[in-house]
């Protein structure tokens, strides 16, 4: 980045200590990754300067061959990796794909019905601070009071009470399986579109590891930055009957220019999920999750619905007295990022929580496995029991240094 040094040290500084950080702490947020260096020389390249508003084969602008050609490219990768009749590239990011999906679905003031944030949705399901809470009229479900787990009864007996035009399927912060089959059947009693969110686990459906909705929904949205492990970004796909709906939602309807630096780089990262290998790599992201989870139980941990199936799972602090917040500081002070949660019907403060959520997908980017997911519960475990011991909390904050030194980001 010898350019960037020269013209601006202030920011080059901050890219160097950000860079630092990563490489020297273990980030266990359920939503990050590191995207690989391919992803990211596509992100930081010459398509960055160029205007492309339209589709490919009809844009705005001139000059648009070359972008035309990579967007082809996401589109027909992204297709062949889900299985999809047809494919928008362009969402700048999860929540506009969102937006793009009720806009097709939905007029204003409709009902719409998703997962309440508490109990692992996200604030674009229907929140009352987001868009989506405040244009529509939002019906949220939840989770069985005693199993945690998603209650298809429930969520069935809402549909027909409240008859919404959209269901949305999909979380943020839900550690099971989803049955998309179900949802679609559902959605068709009530004569409701189905949109599913597989913005989390979409590395996991690309590679079979969840079952796909891409089948059963009539909108499938994503990011692009999670397990998939791409640039940062958003995607809708859906069937051949709602191609064009999707395709003027997202422009002229909501985005001006797509960013085709991001769209060259969301084609590098299809491409390398098309890969064996990335598979294998999203087999272990489970494991890991999976050894994690069951070594912090050992330790005492209540585990929200006592388990996972995918990337990430809930650990419950009550069990130990403690808060959210408290937890997350504690682990920030040993260099352990996790992001605070609720956990099913909290009684906490959102800013507050009784959760903490624990993701594996970017420690297990580094070539993390079970023996490291081992350590990493011992350090969880210290730091958080031990976070009034300074001297402790330093030793611990060496031990993490030492083992992220033979995990580097960018092998
Ligand atoms: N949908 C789900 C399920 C998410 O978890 C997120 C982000 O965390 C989003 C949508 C929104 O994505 P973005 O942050 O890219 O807008």
């Given at each position: 980045m010898s350019f960037l040094k020269n013209v601006d040290p202030e920011i080059f500084s901050v890219i160097n200590d950000e860079t630092n950080r990563q490489e020297t702490t273990i980030d266990l947020i359920a939503s990050e990754n590191y995207a690989s260096k391919a992803v990211m020389e596509a992100t930081g390249?010459?398509?960055?300067n160029k205007y492309a508003e339209g589709y490919p084969g009809k844009?705005?602008?001139?000059?648009?061959e070359f972008v035309d050609k990579a967007e082809e490219l996401a589109r027909e990768r992204c297709k062949k990796l889900f299985g999809a009749e047809h494919v928008n590239v362009?969402?700048?990011a999860g929540s506009p794909a969102n937006m793009a999906v009720y806009y097709i679905a939905c007029n204003l003031g409709d009902t719409i019905m998703g997962m309440s944030l508490a109990e692992g949705?996200?604030?674009?399901?229907?929140?009352?601070?987001?868009f989506s809470g405040k244009l529509y009229s939002s019906v949220q479900y939840t989770v069985n009071k005693?199993?945690?787990?998603?209650?298809y009864d429930q969520i069935r007996k809402l549909a027909h009470e409240y008859k919404p035009k959209l269901i949305i399927a999909g979380a943020s912060a839900y550690s099971r399986a989803i049955d998309f089959k179900k949802f679609s059947e559902i959605a068709k009693e009530v004569n409701a579109y189905l949109m599913t969110d597989i913005a989390h686990i979409a590395g996991l459906v690309a590679t079979g590891l969840h079952e796909s909705p891409v089948p059963y929904a009539d909108f499938v949205t994503s990011t692009t930055?999670?397990?998939?492990?791409?640039?940062?970004g958003g995607l809708i796909m859906c069937k051949k009957e709602f191609a064009e709906k999707v395709d003027k939602a997202i422009m002229p309807?909501?985005?001006?220019?797509?960013?085709m630096n991001s769209i060259a780089a969301k084609a590098v990262a299809f491409h390398e999920a098309l890969q064996p290998a990335f598979k294998a790599y999203q087999k272990q992201v489970i494991a890991n999750a999976q050894t994690m989870a069951k070594g912090l139980q050992e330790l005492g941990y209540r585990i929200v619905t006592g388990?996972?199936?995918?990337h990430l799972f809930i650990v419950d602090l009550r069990s130990k007295s403690l808060n959210g917040q408290i937890a997350e500081k504690a682990l920030d002070a040993v260099g352990i990022s996790v992001s605070r949660s609720c956990v099913p019907?909290?009684?906490?403060?959102p800013w507050i929580t009784s959760g903490i959520r624990i993701g594996t997908p970017a420690i297990t980017t580094r070539g993390m496995k079970e023996v490291e997911m081992q350590h990493i519960v011992q350090f969880i475990d210290e730091a958080i029991m031990q976070r009034d011991n300074t001297q402790r909390v330093a030793m611990i904050k060496d031990a993490i240094a030492k083992l992220c030194k033979k995990f580097h980001i960018y092998g």
């Open positions: 390249s010459t398509l960055t844009r705005y602008y001139g000059g648009c362009q969402p700048h949705g996200h604030l674009t399901h229907g929140h009352k601070v987001n005693e199993t945690e787990l998603l209650d930055h999670k397990t998939l492990r791409g640039p940062r309807g909501l985005q001006g220019g797509p960013f388990g996972t199936d995918n019907f909290d009684t906490q403060a």
